[in-house]
Antibody
């Protein structure tokens, strides 16, 4: 059974770069898409972006200038970097396995989620 | 940035049927499949419905999804206390800047 675990600093200073890693266990990172999603305190879900195991990416237009998602297939991990953070980036960050394709219509959904990690942006 | 609109809340008594709407546009719900996620308090979201009306293994058949035009709905029949949670619709948006969009979320309360 595939499991995902987010890891990284829980506190980041304003203007610095937030860095998180998602470790995939119980299965291979290959042949799947992998997403990052975040949820500010008391608010809804926001999609950050995805990476395919081969390295292709797509990001939320509202975050695109600050986001980088990368993958390390040898470690069965993928990572998120968000630069120039502000208090508005304080959130629970989730990683998730993603099913993505097109058969007349696009289908995209996250079927396995990590438990999430809380990141606070504060000096 | 949500472009999928849901009612902020819905409620029902145990055993009742509750329906949650999700309104989008031609570039998301109108063009692509809809998913629903359930988020129990203090936990990560869980996939509830994918591809408009498909249930992952283990999801009770009390949960059902449907789509018509640029709107979608989630129905919970035979409401149970453990269904009290936040529910989010979501879909791929293939406008100029393609991205995945979540709905605004609906809090379901079991009275």
């Amino acid at each position: 059974q595939v499991q995902l675990q987010e890891s990284g600093p829980g506190l980041v200073k304003p203007s610095e770069t937030l860095s998180l890693t998602c470790t995939v266990s119980g299965g291979s990172i290959s042949s799947y898409y992998w997403s990052w999603i975040r949820q500010p305190p008391g608010k809804g879900l926001e999609w950050i972006g995805y990476i395919y195991y081969s390295g292709s990416t797509n990001y939320n237009p509202s975050l695109k200038s600050r986001v980088t998602i990368s993958v390390d297939t040898s470690k069965n991990q993928f990572s998120l970097k968000l630069s120039s953070v502000t208090a508005a980036d304080t959130a629970v960050y989730y990683c998730a396995r993603t099913i993505f394709g097109v058969v007349k219509r696009y289908y995209y959904y996250m079927d396995v989620w990590g438990k999430g990690t809380t990141v606070t942006v504060s000096s | 940035q949500s472009v999928l609109t849901q009612p902020p809340s819905a409620s029902g008594t145990p055993g009742q049927r509750v329906t949650i709407s999700c309104s989008g546009s031609s570039s998301n719900i109108g063009s692509n499949t809809v998913n629903w996620y359930q988020q129990l308090p203090g936990t990560a979201p869980k996939l509830l419905i994918y591809s408009n009306n498909q249930r992952p293994s283990g999801v009770p058949d009390r949960f059902s999804g449907s789509k018509s035009g640029t709107s979608a709905s989630l129905a919970i029949s035979g409401l149970q206390s453990e269904d009290e949670a936040d529910y989010y619709c979501a879909a791929w948006d293939d406008s100029l800047n393609a991205f995945y969009v979540f709905g605004t979320g609906t809090k379901v309360t079991v009275l």
